[in-house]
């Protein structure tokens, strides 16, 4: 869908379409791993802020895709443990469970089901190019059949929703390619039975940088913890990294990721978290130590509430909350899964 209705319809718990695969207000899908660890800055701007921003103007399913955890060796009982935390970390930040479903993958038997349709009309040769799978079947000794034909479960996961936007990360960006192709090629096959999603890749904040090596991305597999700000730091704790950040020897402050990629990076952060832009940030300093100790602060408020909501929320309530999603999920997956089978002609 290409317009953005920008309707604030709090009416989002019915089915919004006016014919098949046509939605009213657009849908948008996203998915994300539980892998236990608690999400860092990067994650938070780079793809979570954005789901919590999207419900301003679509309808948003978001699912803890546990399914897809378990295409790499697992412990028996940590895909659950970390799926109450992930689940606990969306509710914080603002995923609203009365606007926007939030449920979990693995509870909507829906899932596997059609990403067997899916691999049905997926070529052994698509999945053969995805970088994703070469690097990580490089860098693990078992290699499951799940994780050559993850793209299947997660287009699947997408179609089922009758989805029209995406948001992920820049590293998604084939696995989103695969799916358009996926469900072009259902429909040419069967009819007009699935509606064909968009990515929708933030350019803002789609890199923080490690502040320890800022050449790098903020990751959660960083050497340094001096380096990446994750949501569970103490405010002493994000104060000093900011303190220690990486920074370069001209004590000039310039947004410019090429030559200065330190300061650059602050001005990102610092820009993101205002919800300023980082040049216009940039004419504010003419020192680093007043753009670190502002950076740590608006990062600190950023996290406040966060941190506050996440310390609250409760086993049982999340539980329950995930419970009523998983509901609701159900009741639209249901109706495109017979969809699907009626298209396919099956018994
Ligand atoms: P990951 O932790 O790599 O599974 O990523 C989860 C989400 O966060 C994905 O949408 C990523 O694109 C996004 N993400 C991860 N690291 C960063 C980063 N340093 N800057 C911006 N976004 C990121
Ligand atoms: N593959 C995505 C990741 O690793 C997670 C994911 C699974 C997803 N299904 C999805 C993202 C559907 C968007 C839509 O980050």
Redesign the pocket.
């Known amino acids: 869908m290409s317009t953005d209705s920008g309707s604030t319809s709090t009416d989002t718990g019915s089915v919004s379409t006016d014919s098949v695969g046509a939605n009213i207000v657009p849908r948008t899908?996203?998915?994300?791993?539980p892998t236990g660890d608690v999400p860092h800055l990067g994650n938070y701007i780079g793809a979570l802020r954005n789901w919590v921003d999207l419900q301003e103007s679509t309808d948003g399913i978001y699912?803890i895709?546990d399914l897809?955890a378990l295409s790499v060796p697992r412990e028996p009982g940590e895909v659950g443990r970390a799926t109450l935390q992930m689940a606990r970390v969306m509710l914080a930040v603002g995923i609203d469970p009365q606007r926007s479903i939030l449920f979990v993958q693995s509870r909507v038997r829906e899932h596997s089901e059609l990403a067997w349709f899916m691999q049905c009309v997926t070529a052994f040769g698509e999945l053969r190019r995805m970088t994703q799978f070469k690097d990580k079947s490089e860098a693990n000794e078992f290699v499951s059949s799940a994780l050559f034909t993850?793209p299947t479960?997660?287009a699947a996961?997408?179609v089922l929703y009758d989805t029209d936007i995406?948001p992920?990360?820049d590293?998604?960006r084939q696995?989103l390619e695969i799916a358009r192709d996926v469900s072009q090629r259902f429909n040419s096959r069967f009819g007009e039975v699935l509606v064909v999603p968009e990515a929708r890749i933030a350019e803002v904040g789609a890199r923080i940088m490690d502040l320890q090596s800022p050449g790098n991305k903020m990751s959660k597999s960083s050497d340094s913890i001096l380096g990446t700000v994750t949501l569970a730091d103490t405010e002493d704790e994000i104060a000093r990294k900011f303190k220690r950040a990486v920074t370069d020897n001209d004590a000039d402050v310039r947004f410019d990721p090429v030559t200065k990629p330190g300061v650059s990076n602050l001005l990102s952060i610092l820009g993101a978290a205002k919800r300023t832009d980082p040049v216009t940030e940039a004419e504010n300093y003419t020192q680093y130590g007043p753009l670190k100790a502002d950076t740590a602060e608006a990062v600190i408020e950023m996290f406040r509430p966060i941190q506050k909501r996440m310390a609250e929320l409760d086993d049982a309530t999340v539980t329950e909350l995930l419970g009523v999603g998983e509901d609701r999920a159900r009741e639209k997956a249901s109706e495109v899964m017979e969809r699907v089978r009626r298209a396919v002609g099956l018994f």
């Open positions: 899908f996203s998915g994300i791993q699912c895709v897809h993850y479960l997660m996961d997408i995406v992920v990360g590293d998604q696995h």
